[in-house]
């Protein structure tokens, strides 16, 4: 039961995501990502990595926030657990990069592509934000989080579900992810 | 019994590496990942949990907007009242001294109020030291945010291996029996009973002696090596000043270095407060975080106390002669702590 003496008093940062699953005919071929940060910690990369625009952020300010910030994510898999057919998938670069900045709140746009080997036809692939050391909560966004773009004949079906996740301290905890079935019954 | 203490400790076995520094930002690849020893409590509550902060963290910064753009005395005060709520869920997740608290009381016996003391006087310096850092790196020296944030490691790293370093000192003390186990100034509390036929747990030289009269214990010498007689009358629910000074010392030291440990949420609340031209504002906000918090973690403190207590006492109750499991207790509690604390330690040195 003994927590530790650690700086981080899990979590610290909270962020609201949303997935978009796109298929490009019989199979799966990328996974889009919004996520959208908490005001407070909002106020510490605008702060850091924005020229401080009144307005919108501008191409510099996207390109600092993704080199300096996002880019380091990527010794984290992103936050990405990504599995398809029960298979994780490392994932080595993100394409479609954008950040915006919207009452107060940044957001991170993103896309993870899925390598070629994902089964066409049917299969499964389940996706989910997540931080194994639990700095961060990931949480899908209220409304609708889950989007599906193609795949109209693979009949896909993508739902949430709550999983059991291992965290590098404190143990299994619940998540949600995103489950989807395609090209069978969902 | 201490070879036998020893290993049950180890085999209780404990997860170790903590991101120290902020994964969205920092340029360290991550720890090997491990099992750790669970949730305090089910999935469902930490999830729960989780979102009430969350709701909590978006309060707070409307609240500071509302300050910012009309200066709201309702707002400051709602916000004060918010932290205050966010630092008691806060601490009740993993963290915040919760472990070097808990494991003290295992170890040393003492009163429920010196849980109290100690989960406060712990929560109520990392707020401090929250304040501090911000206030030197971000005001006086203008770093960028996130390296103030990240700076929080070194200061992470120092902290884990002060505590290391105490829990040696404990190790040492409880496995040789040097100095007493009161802690705190204290700890002849109701249920300590010095009988003076036991092993003492090294204390040759350490007499008691029974005053029929009113059933109270009267110390009559300490061990040799102290060079120190003391005299005087110790009831069963008074707290005599007992403690050898070098506990004391050892008490104060291991607060202060859990104290040390910075809390990176209210580093955020500061700086965000910094942002909003508002840092007095965050000072109050981080006072009332650390009060939460200092709830939360006091509560571990005497439920920790009540339940080595409570453990003894069932153990004299069937004859098992609780005094002799003091000395296990003794080790394991510091063993606890130099694990955790090296672990993290360690964590901490791959992050700087």
């Known amino acids: 039961m003994l927590g530790t003496t650690s700086a981080s008093a899990h979590p610290h940062v909270f962020i609201d995501y949303a997935v978009t699953v796109i298929f490009d005919g019989q199979k799966p071929s990328a996974v889009h990502f919004l996520w959208v940060f908490d005001t407070m910690y909002s106020s510490m990369l605008f702060r850091d990595f924005t020229s401080h625009p009144t307005g919108q952020l501008t191409a510099s300010d996207v390109l600092n926030l993704r080199t300096k910030a996002f880019e380091d994510t990527a010794d984290f898999n992103y936050f990405t657990d990504l599995a398809v057919n029960g298979t994780d998938i490392k994932i080595k670069k993100v394409t479609d990069f954008n950040a915006r900045i919207d009452r107060g709140h940044i957001s991170y746009a993103f896309t993870v592509p899925i390598p070629d080997s994902a089964p066409a036809g049917s299969g499964t692939l389940e996706v989910a934000s997540f931080d194994h050391e639990f700095y961060i909560s990931f949480q899908l966004i209220k409304g609708a989080p889950i989007g599906v773009k193609g795949g109209d004949k693979l009949g896909v079906a993508c739902k949430p579900k709550t999983v059991t996740k291992d965290t590098s301290f404190f143990g299994p905890i619940d998540a949600i992810v995103v489950a989807c079935n395609y090209g069978k019954a969902g | ?352």
């Open chain 2, 1 to 352: 019994m201490a070879v036998l203490a020893v290993v049950l400790a180890l085999m209780a076995g404990w997860a170790a590496p903590v991101r120290a520094g902020d994964p969205l930002t920092g340029r360290s690849a991550p720890a090997e990942t491990g099992a750790g020893p669970g949730l305090p409590f089910g999935n469902g509550a930490m999830m729960r949990l989780v979102d009430a902060q969350r709701r909590l963290n978006d309060a707070i910064s409307t609240a500071f907007h509302d300050v910012r753009d009309r200066g709201s005395l309702g707002a400051i005060l709602l916000i004060l009242g918010l932290a205050f709520l966010y630092g008691v869920l806060h601490a009740l997740g993993p963290g915040h001294g919760k472990a070097v608290v808990a494991s003290y009381f295992v170890a040393n016996r003492a009163r429920w109020t010196h849980g109290v003391v100690m989960g406060s006087l712990i929560s109520l310096i990392q707020g401090a030291g929250a304040v501090v850092m911000v206030g030197v790196l971000a005001i006086v020296l203008q770093w960028r945010q996130f390296d103030v944030l990240d700076r929080a490691t070194l200061v992470e790293f120092v902290s884990y291996g002060l505590i290391a370093v105490l829990g040696l000192v404990m190790f040492y003390r409880a496995v040789t029996g040097k100095g007493h186990d009161h802690g705190l100034g204290g700890g002849h509390d109701e249920g300590h009973v010095h009988g003076h036929e036991h092993d003492h747990h090294g204390h040759a030289a350490h007499v008691h002696a029974r005053v029929p009269d009113h059933g109270a214990e009267v110390v009559l010498a300490r061990p040799a090596e102290m060079g120190t007689i003391v005299l005087g009358a110790s009831p069963a629910r008074a707290t005599p000043a007992y403690a050898p000074v070098s506990q004391l010392k050892l008490d104060a030291r291991l607060i202060v270095a859990a104290g040390l440990t910075p809390c990176a949420s209210a580093i955020i609340v500061l700086l965000f407060a910094l942002a909003n031209q508002a840092f007095g504002v965050g000072i109050a906000a981080v006072a009332a975080l650390s009060i939460g918090m200092a709830v939360t973690v006091s509560a571990i403190g005497v439920l920790s106390v009540l339940g080595r207590h409570t453990l003894l006492r069932v153990l004299d109750t069937v004859g098992m002669q609780s005094h002799r499991f003091e000395q296990a207790l003794a080790i394991i509690g510091s063993v606890l702590i130099v694990a955790a604390s090296a672990l993290l330690m360690m964590a901490a040195w791959v992050r700087l």
